[in-house]
């Protein structure tokens, strides 16, 4: 039985462009932010990588999903076993397939193994009860993003999240809680930094585009991207998610242009991508907060504030840590879910009414 009152919760989130794992401890009582805890990164091998790599695109019946979770636990035992004073862990694992509507959704990784290594409770499995309800099961962050804004008591605010692929949320602090009608809205807005990283691992055996060096050189095809925003995604209504790779065309339209004009499309698309779905907001924002690992990217942050009618800063600049924000966003729905409080509703996934998923596992 979880205390009564704010308790210390470790987050880890094992993002789509495969990079590693982000650990995060957060005080919360799953509705305010009462302090940052410490955090830490563990890096997957290229060997790691490339088993995940592998898997990608799996269900649970595949082999190469049973060796990708078997990564995945590793990683995180030994990643969250350096933490101590840990009340919860919220444990999201590894996502290898997304289907919401079809066979549902995938994350890699056994909750009930990582809480006998670690002794302590874990919620995993956060998606599923909201794809099951109809919902996206994406993005799932946007509960923490309103705790953020009511710490920083602004007007509305966007958060965007450059990760594999890229999310926003926009966030009205004004509404006391999240689940509330207007207080939230949020959706994938297209590929991010995946389509980069799977082009420089391909040519360049490097894992990304370091601070956007190669795209700078380039000149982006912007036949392609605009061929790239004919996409039907772009024409979907809002709330909406995607599989990290449902946008594999783009891949293949790249192939015949070098390396940086290759890069440079890519990110080119990747920040149309984010204003094509600025029309699905309740009203265009007059700040963006970037985070992820694209807020890294100066090519793709430049991109952004050329292409967004509104400015554009690293969450950094609210006082915020972006590399470790998905983390600690686990770490205060595992708190909503110890609590019984809902972690979705249908302005951040489209399910029908506010949903509160995932599962506890407790230590035997």
């Keep these: 039985m979880l205390k009564a009152g704010p308790v210390w919760a470790l987050g880890a989130m094992s993002g789509t462009s495969l990079d590693g794992v982000d650990a995060a401890m957060l005080l ?13 990164f563990r890096p997957y091998s290229p060997a790691e990588q490339a088993t995940l790599r592998a898997a990608l695109g799996t269900w649970p019946d595949d082999p190469r999903a049973d060796a990708a979770a078997e990564v995945v636990e590793n990683a995180h035992a030994e990643l969250l076993s350096r933490f101590d004073n840990v009340d919860l862990v919220g444990f999201h694992g590894q996502t290898l397939a997304h289907d919401p509507g079809g066979r549902g959704t995938h994350q890699a990784g056994n909750g009930a193994i990582l809480a006998e290594v670690l002794g302590l409770p874990v919620v995993w499995d956060f998606r599923s009860d909201d794809v099951r309800l109809g919902g996206q099961g994406a993005p799932l962050a946007p509960f923490y993003h309103f705790a953020l804004a009511r710490r920083l008591g602004a007007d509305p605010v966007v958060f965007l999240n450059l990760g594999g692929v890229g999310n926003l949320t926009w966030a009205n602090p004004a509404l006391a809680e999240p689940q509330l009608a207007g207080a939230l809205f949020a959706f994938d807005t297209g590929p991010a930094n995946a389509p980069i990283n799977d082009l420089m691992q391909r040519r360049l055996g490097l894992p990304h585009d370091q601070n956007g060096a190669l795209a ?8 392609v991207v605009a061929d790239f925003l004919r ?5 979907r209504m809002a709330p909406k998610s995607l599989d990290r790779d449902a946008f594999s065309a783009l891949a293949q339209a790249v192939e015949p242009l070098s390396d940086s ?22 009203a265009v924002p007059s700040l963006v907060l970037a985070t992820g690992g694209g807020r890294h990217n100066r090519s793709l942050m430049q991109a952004l504030s050329t292409r967004l009618p509104c400015r554009v800063a690293p969450v950094e600049e609210a006082g915020f840590d972006g590399d470790m924000l998905e983390a600690q966003a686990f770490a205060h729905l595992a708190v909503r ?3 019984g409080l809902p972690t979705s509703c249908p302005g951040t996934t489209g399910v029908a009414a506010a949903v509160g998923g995932g599962q506890i596992t407790t230590p035997a």
């Design 337 to 339: 879910v110890a609590r």
């Design 28 to 40: 919360t009582d799953g509705t305010r932010i009462h302090e940052f805890g410490p955090s830490a």
């Design 261 to 282: 004009d290759a890069a440079a499309t890519l990110t080119a698309a990747a920040a149309a991508a984010v204003t094509a779905g600025l029309p699905h907001l309740p």
């Design 216 to 223: 700078a050189l380039g000149t982006p095809d912007e036949a």
């Design 231 to 235: 996409h039907p995604y772009f024409f």
